[in-house]
């Protein structure tokens, strides 16, 4: 160990040791970018950088277990991304099953997909549905996984859902007119039956959503770090949480 890394893990300790475990927050959304330009800052491939993406997620889930997080969305795959080209797409894909498969195979997260599953491949589709499945028992963090995931079309999925399930009940547009409210379209969510995220982390340094949970993350605090995802560390997680404990959440009071 050198004298930096030294350095570092006393520094973790330090500000691990100041936190206020009441204040952390009880769901976190993370947008994982930055892992192509981590890849071509470190001279590797697009593929590698998602490769060392998706090895980061383990850490931070277990950083999450360890400060008392209950619920995890992971953005891995956006509707967008499936305009990249094929011989990128299709790796990542498969990194994206891998990771999935080994968060099942841990035995300590409840893996949920959310997103649509009727744009991505089929192996990628039983993939998801398996893990969910197969970590629906689990009594630990629900680890959302956003593969094809985008934030609009989920709120265009939840006016269907609801619109398909007055249907089938036989009720008229005047009468769903006059019962529909936020919480009757929250219960047609991907997250349905989730808090909301407390917390988004973006890191790599863009300060913008891209259309992650726009519907939950209204009342949410935000956090841009400028690490790339694949360097994200502990202490930079530490700092996202001091810093969500440091704020006054009012919620427009």
């Not at 990128?88 to 498969?101: A, D, F, Q, S």
Request: proline residues 3%.
């Amino acid at each position: 160990m050198n004298v930096r890394d030294l350095v570092y893990r006393l520094y973790a300790r330090r500000v691990e040791g100041r936190l206020d475990h009441d204040q952390v927050p009880k769901h976190i959304g993370v947008i994982l970018d930055g892992n192509r330009r981590w890849a071509k800052a470190s001279g590797g491939s697009a593929v590698q950088g998602h490769q060392a993406g998706a090895d980061k997620i383990s850490e931070l889930l277990g950083w999450c277990d360890e400060t008392d997080v209950e619920v995890v969305t992971l953005w891995m795959l956006s509707t967008d991304n499936f305009d990249r080209p094929e011989h990128e797409l299709k790796p990542l894909l498969g990194i994206i099953e891998n990771t999935v498969r080994n968060l099942a195979a841990d035995g300590r997260w409840r893996v949920h997909h959310v997103g649509t599953l009727d744009l991505l491949p089929p192996e990628t589709q039983t993939v998801l549905k398996e893990a969910q499945e197969s970590t629906s028992h689990i009594d630990g963090i629900i680890v959302n996984v956003a593969v094809g995931y985008g934030g609009r079309q989920e709120i265009a999925d939840a006016v269907r859902s609801l619109l398909l399930e007055h249907a089938e009940k036989g009720t008229s547009f005047e009468e769903l007119a006059e019962v529909v409210s936020t919480d009757l379209i929250s219960e047609h969510l991907y997250t349905r039956g989730q808090p909301d995220p407390d917390l988004v982390i973006r890191t790599s340094g863009e300060q913008r959503l891209s259309g992650f949970m726009l519907w939950q993350s209204a009342h949410s605090e935000y956090y841009f770090c400028e690490v790339f995802w694949p360097a994200f560390r502990k202490v930079d997680f530490l700092r996202a949480l001091r810093d969500y404990a440091a704020r006054h959440r009012r919620y427009g009071a």
